[in-house]
């Protein structure tokens, strides 16, 4: 049962244009929600996360917007550059402060020079 | 200030042995989470620990183990290894309540053949 779906797989942007990168997810208790990046032969990085309270959250190129009612989150990335290329990670937690995170499957970026 | 330490990166074993992995967290950190990789899943999340008691449990078998010492330190040991059990597993640490930011290690590669 994916909880936390990214039904794209892959996604290729030209350099300086925005990449949108789509989430959904099914559980409703999921209250923070975050985005992580990951190179290759690296653990995944924190990137953003908003609360389930906001609809956005912005941080330099970086902005994540939340739709509770559609269930959807989304990260904007804006211009996209070469190093951005990665696997981009949706994931969400519930309330209590615990760490059990529920991460998505991934979208692998590419931006193309 | 160092970051989170998994050994060994890489092992290989044959089905039906046992494996243990470590994880040296961030210092401070009293949260130590566990999570497997295989392609096309996502990460999923095994357990976590906080202060040495294992505070919340993924959907794994019993033959997926953990435990954490007094100085935070954790060690993962999957027992009977099968062919599936091939993954990425990656080490997490944080403070224990930061909703789900967590910093990973760059993972112990198994390769169960």
């Known amino acids: 049962d994916q909880q936390v779906k990214q039904n794209s797989p892959s996604l290729s942007v030209q350099e300086g244009r925005i990449s949108i990168l789509n989430c959904d997810y099914t559980?409703?208790?999921?209250?923070?929600f975050l985005w992580y990046k990951k190179y290759p032969a690296e653990g995944p990085t924190f990137l953003i996360s908003?609360?389930?309270?906001?609809d956005k959250n912005e941080d330099g190129r970086f902005t994540v917007f939340l739709n509770k009612s559609a269930k959807h989150l989304s990260l904007h990335i804006v211009p996209s550059q070469p190093g951005d290329s990665a696997v981009y990670f949706c994931?969400?937690?519930?309330?209590?402060?615990?760490?059990?995170?529920?991460f998505g499957t991934g979208t692998k970026l590419q931006v193309i020079p | 200030k160092a970051g989170v330490t998994q050994t060994p990166r890489y092992l290989i074993k044959t089905r039906g042995q046992q494996v243990t992995l470590s994880c040296s967290p961030i210092?401070?950190?009293?949260?130590v989470s566990w999570y497997q990789q295989t392609p096309g899943q996502g990460l999923q999340f095994l357990f976590e620990?906080?202060?040495?008691?294992?505070?919340n449990k993924g959907n794994f078998p019993g033959r997926f183990s953990g435990r954490q010492f007094s100085n935070s330190r954790s060690e993962m040991n999957v027992s009977t290894l099968e062919l599936g059990d091939s993954a990425l597993y990656l080490c997490?640490?944080?403070?224990?309540?930061?909703?789900?930011?967590?910093?990973f290690g760059e993972g112990s590669r198994l390769t169960v053949l």
């Open positions: 997490a640490s944080s403070d224990g309540f930061s909703g789900g930011e967590l910093f």
């Open positions: 559980n409703s208790m999921f209250d923070y």
């Open positions: 908003i609360s389930s309270i906001k």
């Open positions: 994931a969400a937690s519930e309330p209590g402060g615990y760490q059990k995170v529920t």
């Open positions: 210092s401070g950190h009293r949260s």
């Open positions: 620990y906080f202060s040495e008691t294992q505070r």
